[in-house]
């Protein structure tokens, strides 16, 4: 039956099969094998975009963020895309809960920076020049400033003095990422109290105003955490912004399907001054609102002139003077990289971070790797069981190492091989063995029929394993359109290793027969 066990490694579909694996080989041995976070240690964000986009949108918000992060200072971070609404932000290694939380701060911002006066909107970010936004730290003795300045264009600089005419010593209120149609949920006790009272309100309810916000204050007399949520009922609003302290008013919130914007205590306490000479009061700072400052404009800049050259300030917190360092540092990356990136096409909504240890993605791997060539083990002692003949043997042998190695070269050529793909791997292997199980089958049971009997049964065994890959086509495709990366990655693997198999196998035992079987 056969001219030689070994024969149909020379022909040319089977040299075209091992001209692949080595171009693998080759392009792992320069390229090195890249494996996902649960392999090597670090922390994802993942980020959800509010609804579907487009491609085009998708591009725009992944260079957004990528060039957030690396204004930021960060080094080796991978920002990907999965599927049409989910982003996710890697960092190679694990890093402390502080600066993951400074990392997410930056990624949860819309990036919208606007400059209002008197309720007109005087500039917004689209006016920035790229490449512009610069630090500039100020200290006097104890006191530390954080600065963040910019250039704008010639048609921000003419909105901005149009909007300026005629409003001297007004406050030019600088906001990032304004809050808007929320009830803000604050407590007398956060006002400065040598100030009015009035007055203090007065200010707080025209800076929130700007962005249709209402204030509801939780410590009047007589308010209850259940008249508080009645108050934001009747103010038509389905947003609250509160400290996340307020467990309890929370929960009440929620019951009555209100969206919370949780902040800490601090960003809750409005910095409001006094206008001197002036007379009257203004804030000057809310971050619970998004308000970064809001300095006095010149009267020299209230006469239509044309200025292109901006900045940020505001007063940088600390118990001591280098914590204040510290402090005004933080609060010019996050600033500066927010607006370099520029405003996020669409609104998003971020994850939990999950950290692995480096030492726990290494346990991983080793296990990984262990599994997988015990399972390949286990299946070929079987399959060796069953067949005995070498060649038999040889043909599944060649099939699935090849598949494998050329598999996992594409997989970590256009992404990582995380934990989703090698079980897609695992998976493959599995469906492999059996195609080659049909294919020996078809042709043993008809050994002694010769070259048209072996063909017309390989035929056969060819049309059962297509039929089976279009049922896993069928079956699995939906999947690939989940949000969830790990059912993306699993089914992305499994379905290209099922076509990389059967055509690896066609070509395999159309040229076993040739070789092995004569007219």
Do not use: C
Request: net charge negative; no cysteine; hydrophobic share 45%.
């Amino acid at each position: 039956m056969t001219n030689s066990t070994l024969s149909w490694l020379a022909d040319k579909r089977v040299l075209f099969v091992a001209v692949l694996v080595v171009a693998s080989l080759a392009l792992l041995y320069l390229n090195g094998m890249h494996f996902g976070l649960e392999f090597t240690g670090g922390t994802r964000i993942p980020i959800t975009l509010e609804k579907a986009v487009t491609k085009a949108t998708m591009d725009d918000a992944l260079n957004t963020i990528k060039i957030r992060v690396t204004k930021f200072g960060l080094s080796q971070v991978v920002v990907r895309s999965v599927g049409d609404q989910q982003i996710y932000v890697e960092l190679s290694q694990s890093t402390s809960p502080e600066y993951i939380s400074q990392v997410q701060t930056i990624l949860r911002s819309e990036g919208k920076f606007e400059a209002i006066i008197d309720g007109q909107v005087a500039l917004t970010g689209e006016h920035i020049v790229s490449g512009s936004v610069r630090d500039m730290a100020e200290t006097s003795g104890e006191n530390v400033r954080w600065g963040v300045a910019f250039v704008i264009t010639q048609d921000g600089a003419k909105q901005f003095s149009n909007a300026a005419y005629g409003k001297g010593n007004y406050p030019v209120n600088l906001f990032l990422d304004r809050t808007e149609e929320s009830a803000i949920l604050i407590k007398e006790s956060y006002i400065n109290s040598s100030l009015s009272i009035g007055e203090a309100k007065s200010a707080m309810e025209k800076v929130a105003g700007y962005g249709n916000n209402a204030v509801i204050y939780i410590d009047a007399s007589g308010m209850t955490p259940a008249g508080a949520v009645d108050a934001v009922i009747a103010s038509n609003r389905t947003r609250a912004t509160v400290s996340s302290n307020e467990t309890e008013l929370i929960a009440l919130l929620k019951a009555r399907n209100i969206t919370i914007d949780g902040k800490d205590d601090a960003d809750m306490v409005p910095e409001i001054v006094s206008l001197g000479s002036l007379g009257g009061v203004t804030v000057n700072q809310w971050p619970a609102i998004g308000l970064l400052s809001a300095p006095t404009l010149s009267p020299n800049l209230a006469t239509g002139q044309s200025v292109q050259q901006f900045s940020i300030e505001g007063p940088a917190k600390g118990a001591t003077y280098q914590d204040k360092q510290i402090a005004a540092t933080a609060e010019m990356k996050k600033i500066r990289s927010i607006l370099s990136g520029g405003a996020l096409p669409v609104g998003i909504e971020l994850g939990s971070a999950i950290t692995v240890p480096p030492s726990l993605g290494r346990e991983f791997l080793k296990y990984s790797a262990i599994g997988m060539i015990a399972a390949a083990l286990i299946v070929f002692l079987i399959v060796a069981l069953r067949y005995r003949h070498p060649s038999h043997l040889l043909p599944l042998l060649f099939i699935a190492a090849s598949q494998m190695i050329i598999l996992v070269s594409f997989m970590t050529a256009v992404g990582t091989l995380d934990l989703s793909t090698i079980a897609g791997l695992f998976g493959t292997l599995g469906t492999s063995v059996d195609y080659q199980i049909v294919m020996t089958d078809e042709l043993i049971g008809k050994a002694s029929g010769g070259k048209d009997e072996a063909k017309r049964r390989l035929e056969k065994a060819g049309y059962i394993i297509t039929r089976d890959v279009s049922i896993l086509l069928v079956v699995m495709m939906p999947l690939m359109f989940s949000n969830i990366v790990e059912i993306i990655g699993f089914v992305t693997t499994t379905l290209l290793g099922s076509v990389l198999g059967i055509t690896i196998t066609l070509l395999t035992y159309n040229a076993v027969i040739d070789h092995q079987y004569k007219d």
